[in-house]
């Protein structure tokens, strides 16, 4: 028997065990994870082996607190054969890509003319372009052709840099040269700038220089072979090349930023006039290619790898441009692939899925349904506010923000190591701070500027693509010279997630967190804040973080710390590090550096939502138990490797344990001995703010 998890969770969740032992039990219910996941999942039931699981042994909640919680249900989820991964984020997606499937279905089926620029029209005739896979084979690379023949056709440096430079202004296509994005500037937060691009390393440093990922390497480059052979080269040319860009690769990769530097504004924020842009780019005519990207009226330009950006330079150099024009044309393939044709979709979808560990396809139907809501991913989160959003939840989560901003504010007043004059900026960030919930108040322009161009019009996926691309850029280019727009968005009201954005000191939860296991409007307030409300204080609390400390109340990027402050804050930060470099999954350490930020933000969350439960034991019990419940997961083994290498959370189990061995009130609540595996002796324990 296979169902939908949720729908079955979701009927039954807010029960609360107690067992015998005087010991107040946890309380199952679930949360939250950043990452969705892949495909559906199914729920195996399996009466008949239920007997031996009594007999198993069950996990002790004073050794592993989250398999204690989760056993039950990571006993009934199983892994579909399309699926990386699962996770209650993964699910409430999943749900929610359903009804948006309802509504494509219903409209492609429709004999109906829509509205030319309506949202159902650009639906259906998107949906019609992708799903017509006669007209993509047909297509072939038909748009893109004499775009990919500018490149293919140079015979110098300066001829190749100058068609990289056109298709990035016009497209956006970046490879090595020529990417930029114009964003808030990161010290003068009510200003935009210009951010000029590393290169696309393809699979990237973290796989390249890792020979624990080899395995995966070999992975892709049998799809950069197959995907190059299909473009029209031999076997051995194929081959050939692979090995060409896998040096140039490693090249570029080891002069460039680690993931983990590239979160840190003091080593990616490089402010660059013309003139110095020049002086680093000695082989490039920069007031040219500045022209053609249309973003030559800017004063200054931020280098975000200025290292990396030194190695481009001196490989932009006559002997090189074979293999470059090979790498920028394989770059352009591998960002159109799953738009173009059968067999380049086809390459691409298993590239995805071997580099996830998933063994089987979604139907074609599926993939269809999932690229017709990411074409138009406004226009679906337009239908999706209409259909489920509640003004009720709204304020009722507006209030928890408020008490849990008010927790965060005597947190702070009672840190020793604070300042008066230090804490009182802080208070005043938490004052000052935005807080945007369910949908943005005005739609996107980018969302009226896409138009749909039917097929029976003369359009075609690819076309449709390409346009997609052009209205990114325009709408980008629109902010230029000007003043940032506080109310803009950066995640669609369908997302199930929220994000903490330093620049703008604000929070923002989109409508589709407003629902169980995150929050029952009708639960119990610490059900709720073990919920919703731990994953407000986790965002709250991303404002203090290693990053977010760095920003004052404005979102300027802004020391506002004393030396000594910032002494202790950084010694706090590294017995994080440290104490989470003690955990290991899948035979890998978690790197304690890469995620401590959001390890930070875990931990003060846990603080602030136990000092306002404070000696409420059922409660507390209630809510530890709600947020390990919130972050059941399930991976396969090459999926974990890739979030241990490249995710900035930590694995959500280690999420879990490692916040609550360092939580007092988890002591106090349970009976943990020194010998329990959730022990962790009382000056061991971490976090910012105690
Ligand atoms: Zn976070």
Same mark, same amino acid.
């Given at each position: 028997?296979?169902?939908?998890?949720?729908?079955?969770?979701?009927?039954? !969740?807010?029960?609360?065990?107690?067992?015998?032992?005087?010991?107040?039990?946890?309380?199952?219910?679930?949360?939250?994870?950043?990452?969705?996941?892949?495909?559906?999942?199914?729920?195996?039931?399996?009466?008949?082996?239920?007997?031996?699981?009594?007999?198993?042994?069950?996990?002790?909640?004073?050794?592993?607190?989250?398999?204690?919680?989760?056993?039950?249900?990571?006993? /009934?989820? $199983?892994?579909?054969?399309?699926?990386?991964?699962?996770?209650?984020?993964?699910?409430?997606?999943?749900?929610?890509?359903?009804?948006?499937? @309802?509504?494509?279905?219903?409209?492609?089926?429709?004999?109906?003319?829509?509205?030319?620029?309506?949202?159902?029209?650009?639906?259906?005739?998107?949906? &019609?372009?992708?799903?017509?896979?006669?007209?993509?084979?047909?297509?072939?690379?038909?748009?893109?052709?004499?775009?990919?023949?500018?490149?293919?056709?140079?015979?110098?440096?300066? $001829?190749?840099?100058?068609?990289?430079?056109?298709?990035?202004?016009?497209?956006? #296509?970046?490879?090595? !040269?020529?990417?930029?994005?114009?964003? *808030?500037?990161?010290?003068?937060?009510?200003?935009?700038?210009?951010?000029?691009?590393?290169?696309?390393?393809?699979?990237?440093?973290?796989?390249?220089?890792?020979?624990?990922?080899?395995?995966?390497?070999?992975?892709?480059?049998?799809? /950069?072979?197959?995907?190059?052979?299909?473009?029209? /080269?031999?076997?051995?040319?194929?081959?050939?090349?692979?090995?060409?860009?896998?040096?140039?690769?490693?090249?570029?990769?080891?002069?460039?930023?680690?993931? &983990?530097?590239?979160?840190?504004?003091?080593?990616?924020?490089?402010?660059?006039?013309?003139?110095?842009?020049?002086?680093?780019?000695?082989?490039?005519?920069?007031?040219?290619?500045?022209?053609?990207?249309?973003?030559?009226?800017?004063?200054?330009?931020?280098? =975000?790898?200025?290292?990396?950006?030194?190695?481009?330079?001196?490989?932009?150099?006559?002997?090189?441009?074979?293999?470059?024009?090979?790498?920028?044309?394989? !770059?352009?393939?591998?960002?159109?692939?799953?738009?173009?044709?059968?067999?380049?979709?086809?390459?691409?979808?298993?590239?995805?899925?071997?580099?996830?560990?998933?063994?089987?396809?979604?139907?074609? @139907?599926?993939?269809?349904?999932?690229?017709?809501?990411?074409?138009?991913?406004?226009?679906?989160?337009?239908?999706?506010?209409?259909?489920?959003?509640?003004?009720?939840?709204?304020?009722?989560?507006?209030?928890?923000?408020?008490?849990?901003?008010?927790?965060?504010?005597?947190?702070?007043?009672?840190? &020793?190591?604070?300042?008066?004059?230090?804490?009182?900026?802080?208070?005043?960030?938490?004052?000052?701070?935005?807080?945007?919930?369910?949908?943005?108040?005005?739609?996107?322009?980018?969302?009226?500027?896409?138009?749909?161009?039917?097929?029976?019009?003369?359009?075609?996926?690819?076309?449709?693509?390409?346009?997609?691309?052009?209205?990114?850029?325009?709408?980008?280019?629109?902010?230029?010279?000007?003043?940032?727009?506080?109310?803009?968005?950066?995640?669609?009201?369908?997302?199930?997630?929220?994000?903490?954005?330093?620049?703008?000191?604000?929070?923002?939860?989109?409508?589709?967190?407003? *629902?169980?296991?995150?929050?029952?409007?009708?639960?119990?307030?610490?059900?709720?804040?073990?919920?919703?409300?731990?994953?407000?204080?986790?965002?709250?609390?991303? %404002? #203090?973080?290693?990053?977010?400390?760095?920003?004052?109340?404005?979102?300027?990027?802004?020391?506002?710390?004393?030396?000594?402050?910032?002494?202790?804050?950084?010694?706090?930060?590294?017995?994080?590090?440290?104490?989470?470099?003690?955990?290991?999954?899948?035979?890998?350490?978690?790197?304690?550096?890469?995620?401590?930020?959001?390890?930070?933000?875990?931990?003060?969350?846990?603080?602030?939502?136990?000092?306002?439960?404070?000696?409420?034991? $059922?409660?507390? %019990?209630?809510?530890?138990?709600?947020? %390990?419940?919130?972050?059941?997961?399930?991976?396969? !083994?090459?999926?974990?490797?890739?979030?241990?290498?490249?995710?900035?959370?930590?694995?959500?189990?280690?999420?879990?344990?490692?916040? =609550?061995?360092?939580?007092?009130?988890?002591?106090?609540?349970?009976?943990?001995?020194?010998?329990?595996?959730?022990?962790?002796?009382?000056?061991?324990?971490?976090?910012?703010?105690?």
């Amino acid at each position: 028997m296979k169902k939908r998890i949720a729908a079955l969770l979701l009927a039954g !969740v807010m029960t609360v065990q107690l067992t015998g032992c005087g010991v107040l039990s946890p309380l199952v219910t679930f949360i939250t994870n950043m990452k969705s996941s892949v495909g559906e999942l199914q729920l195996e039931m399996e009466e008949e082996e239920s007997d031996a699981k009594v007999n198993a042994e069950k996990k002790r909640y004073q050794d592993d607190f989250y398999e204690y919680i989760n056993e039950d249900i990571l006993d /009934m989820v $199983e892994l579909g054969d399309t699926d990386a991964q699962w996770t209650w984020f993964g699910e409430l997606m999943a749900v929610a890509d359903q009804d948006m499937d @309802e509504i494509i279905q219903e409209l492609s089926q429709s004999e109906k003319v829509y509205p030319k620029g309506s949202s159902e029209q650009k639906i259906k005739d998107m949906y &019609e372009c992708i799903s017509n896979m006669e007209n993509r084979n047909a297509t072939g690379l038909g748009p893109l052709q004499p775009h990919m023949d500018t490149i293919r056709n140079t015979t110098t440096i300066d $001829e190749y840099v100058n068609a990289l430079a056109s298709l990035s202004g016009e497209f956006g #296509f970046s490879s090595i !040269v020529g990417g930029y994005y114009i964003d *808030q500037d990161m010290a003068d937060s009510s200003m935009n700038s210009v951010y000029l691009m590393h290169a696309d390393t393809l699979i990237g440093k973290e796989y390249l220089e890792n020979p624990q990922m080899q395995e995966y390497v070999d992975v892709y480059y049998t799809y /950069m072979r197959d995907m190059l052979e299909e473009f029209g /080269m031999s076997q051995e040319e194929a081959a050939d090349t692979v090995s060409e860009i896998d040096i140039l690769l490693r090249d570029i990769c080891s002069s460039s930023l680690s993931m &983990e530097e590239y979160y840190d504004p003091s080593v990616t924020y490089n402010v660059f006039t013309k003139e110095e842009l020049q002086e680093l780019y000695t082989n490039v005519d920069v007031e040219k290619m500045l022209k053609t990207l249309r973003i030559d009226s800017a004063d200054s330009y931020i280098v =975000l790898d200025v290292g990396q950006a030194k190695k481009i330079n001196e490989l932009l150099v006559d002997e090189n441009l074979e293999v470059l024009k090979d790498f920028s044309s394989f !770059v352009m393939l591998n960002d159109v692939a799953e738009y173009s044709t059968e067999e380049y979709a086809r390459l691409a979808d298993d590239l995805d899925r071997q580099m996830h560990g998933v063994t089987s396809r979604l139907s074609d @139907e599926d993939i269809w349904m999932n690229l017709t809501q990411d074409m138009l991913s406004w226009d679906f989160g337009k239908i999706y506010v209409e259909k489920y959003f509640s003004e009720e939840s709204k304020a009722d989560v507006e209030a928890m923000i408020e008490k849990i901003k008010e927790a965060y504010k005597d947190i702070i007043r009672n840190q &020793e190591w604070m300042s008066e004059a230090t804490k009182e900026k802080a208070i005043r960030k938490l004052d000052t701070m935005q807080v945007k919930i369910g949908y943005p108040d005005e739609w996107p322009d980018s969302m009226e500027m896409m138009q749909v161009t039917p097929i029976s019009e003369g359009g075609s996926l690819l076309s449709n693509m390409l346009v997609n691309m052009q209205v990114s850029i325009e709408d980008n280019l629109q902010d230029l010279n000007r003043e940032v727009d506080r109310t803009a968005w950066s995640m669609t009201p369908q997302t199930v997630n929220a994000y903490y954005n330093p620049g703008n000191n604000e929070i923002v939860f989109p409508a589709a967190i407003l *629902q169980q296991p995150f929050y029952d409007p009708k639960g119990d307030e610490a059900s709720n804040l073990g919920g919703i409300g731990y994953v407000i204080a986790h965002e709250i609390s991303h %404002a #203090f973080d290693s990053n977010g400390a760095l920003y004052d109340e404005y979102g300027n990027y802004n020391v506002w710390w004393t030396q000594e402050e910032l002494q202790k804050y950084k010694e706090l930060s590294q017995s994080i590090v440290d104490y989470y470099g003690n955990y290991e999954v899948a035979g890998m350490k978690v790197d304690g550096s890469l995620t401590l930020s959001e390890n930070i933000a875990d931990l003060g969350a846990m603080t602030c939502i136990t000092s306002i439960l404070s000696e409420d034991g $059922e409660g507390l %019990a209630k809510a530890f138990s709600q947020l %390990a419940y919130i972050w059941a997961s399930e991976e396969t !083994v090459a999926y974990q490797m890739y979030l241990l290498s490249n995710d900035t959370h930590a694995p959500n189990k280690v999420r879990v344990n490692a916040v =609550l061995s360092s939580c007092d009130a988890f002591y106090d609540v349970y009976d943990i001995e020194e010998s329990d595996g959730m022990y962790v002796a009382p000056e061991d324990r971490v976090g910012v703010w105690k």
